[in-house]
């Protein structure tokens, strides 16, 4: 006799898939979500309270950030433009390297 249950679960992803996807904030983490959810065309609404994407980091812009660039963003941003990898790290130019999520499949940054 154990304690644990060991048989699998079923997957209960079918009745999830018509819900909607809310991402609640622009910033770095929820726009690595929105890259996630692009990937497997999974479509999303953002909503943020700041006047454009990652408003929090662009008001810490002038503080230097701990990793270089390249530590600094996650995998499914890979197709995105990038700085070069020598550049250092601020909030300020760093988040301006976030807008083509709102735009997904953009190569522009205009």
């Given amino acids: ?7 699998p679960r079923t997957s209960r992803a079918g009745r999830l898939d018509t819900l909607p996807v809310a991402i609640v904030g622009a910033g770095p983490i929820g726009l690595a979500a929105a890259a ?7 479509d999303f609404t953002i909503y943020e309270v700041g006047d454009q994407i990652g408003a929090s980091v662009q008001a810490w812009g ?3 950030l701990f990793s270089p660039w390249e ?4 995998p499914a941003s890979a ?6 990898p020598s ?5 300020s130019r760093s988040s301006g390297h ?4 709102a735009r997904p499949r953009s190569n522009s940054w205009d």
Avoid: K, Q
């Avoid at 006799?1 to 048989?7: F, K, R, S």
């Avoid at 996630?36 to 999974?42: A, C, D, Y």
């Avoid at 197709?79 to 070069?84: E, R």
């Fill in 79 to 84: 197709n995105w433009f990038a700085p070069a």
């Fill in 98 to 101: 976030d807008a083509p999520i």
């Fill in 62 to 64: 002038h503080t230097r």
């Fill in 87 to 91: 550049t250092s790290s601020t909030g």
């Fill in 71 to 74: 530590h600094l963003v996650d």
């Fill in 1 to 7: 006799m154990t304690l644990l249950d060991l048989t």
């Fill in 36 to 42: 996630h959810l692009t990937e497997r065309g999974i």
